[in-house]
């Protein structure tokens, strides 16, 4: 199946500063990546659609100038946690379809192996 | 908005016992999908489902999709300690649109 590889897969970072995670298709070309973020023992809760080429869609409650996502190519995306706090510790993950590849059919997602933040 | 919830929340299940966890969205889906992650891990695709009442089955697994098309469910027989995670099903309002994830059902599987 296709692969999409996360890195780091763990931060530790003091408060105020920006961590940037990002997010590769290996072995397909995503023009759409999601961006999930789980706290512990918790459901995934999207946060926004990132587009290749283009802006990218926020869900409703999530910071823009918080979380800046960017997706120059059509293998990279990245998510940029700018003035990191505490409470934006999380285990944030992303995913992508391969539209390519025939499996778009199925719609399913491939997920990244995640990333740990962790703000002190 | 659109909201999946999922039944119940933890599982504690006796190795060898059967048992089915449920999904319920609270509008019409498009087709919906099921996905398991491992402690420490992160969501692997396990079927999607997109017809009225569709049933598919996968070894000891059975997923089903209701005929109105806003709930399913995940039925495990001998469950085996091989089925500890967490399943969470994912909702669609269109094909190819973005999915929303219930809370999931961590399941727990006593030798």
């Known amino acids: 199946g296709a692969v999409v590889s996360q890195h780091p897969s763990r931060v530790i970072c003091k408060s105020g500063t920006s961590v940037k995670i990002e997010c590769r298709s290996l072995d397909f070309q995503a023009t759409t990546m999601f961006w999930y973020r789980q706290f512990p023992k918790k459901s995934l809760m999207l946060m926004a659609t990132?587009?290749?080429?283009?802006?990218?869609?926020?869900e409703q409650g999530v910071e823009k100038d918080k979380f800046l996502i960017n997706h120059a190519s059509l293998t990279l995306s990245t998510l940029t946690v700018t003035s990191a706090h505490p409470e934006d510790s999380s285990f944030y993950i992303c995913?992508?379809?391969?539209?390519?590849?025939?499996?778009?059919?199925?719609?399913?997602?491939?997920f990244g192996e995640g990333s740990r933040l962790t703000v002190l | 908005g659109q909201q999946v919830m999922q039944i119940p929340q933890y599982q504690h299940v006796q190795e060898g016992e059967d048992f089915t966890t449920y999904c319920n969205s609270s509008t019409t889906l498009s087709n919906i999908q099921w996905y398991k992650q491992r402690p420490g891990g992160h969501p692997v695709f396990l079927i999607q489902l997109v017809k009225s009442g569709e049933v598919k089955k996968q070894k000891r697994l059975t997923f089903q999709f209701g005929e109105a098309k806003k709930n399913s469910s995940l039925h495990i027989t001998a469950t085996q300690t091989t089925d500890v995670g967490t399943y969470f099903c994912a909702g669609s309002k269109a094909a190819g649109n973005k999915l929303t994830f219930g809370g999931g059902t961590r399941v727990l599987v006593k030798p």
């Open positions: 990132s587009n290749e080429g283009s802006k990218a869609t926020y």
């Open positions: 995913s992508a379809r391969d539209y390519a590849s025939g499996r778009a059919g199925s719609g399913e997602l491939f």
